[in-house]
């Protein structure tokens, strides 16, 4: 029920460990013990589907018009640096490139801001 409540509320930035745990009726220790058998701690677990719903928007034409800090925001990131930062740790190149490499129209507009 995590793991989906997870991937239900990306976009809202106050999802985090203690809040989760919070929602569940959980202690944040027992959050811990819930994601011990995935292999993966809660705050992973939660920055990773972040980064894999931002890339897929950066991969899809229909979101082309909105701009990196637009699709940071959109799956829960409030700074865009802390988005672009985690993004370039887990893909090896900014969401720019990323878009530039993957979006099938090519990259968006330069004038959204990016």
Known sequence: MM???VREHLADPALQVGELAR???VSVSHVYTLFEP???TPGA???E???????????DPRYAWLATPDIAA???????RTF???FRRQYGMTPN?????HCPSGSAPAALGQ
Do not use: P, T
């Open 3 to 5: 793991l989906m409540h």
């Open 23 to 25: 929602r569940h009726h």
């Open 38 to 40: 995935i292999g993966i």
């Open 45 to 47: 677990y939660l920055r």
């Open 49 to 59: 589907q972040r980064l894999l719903a931002a890339r897929a928007m950066l991969s």
């Open 74 to 80: 959109a799956v829960g990131f409030l700074e865009r």
């Open 84 to 86: 672009d930062r985690a």
């Open 97 to 101: 490139s990323w878009r530039r490499q």
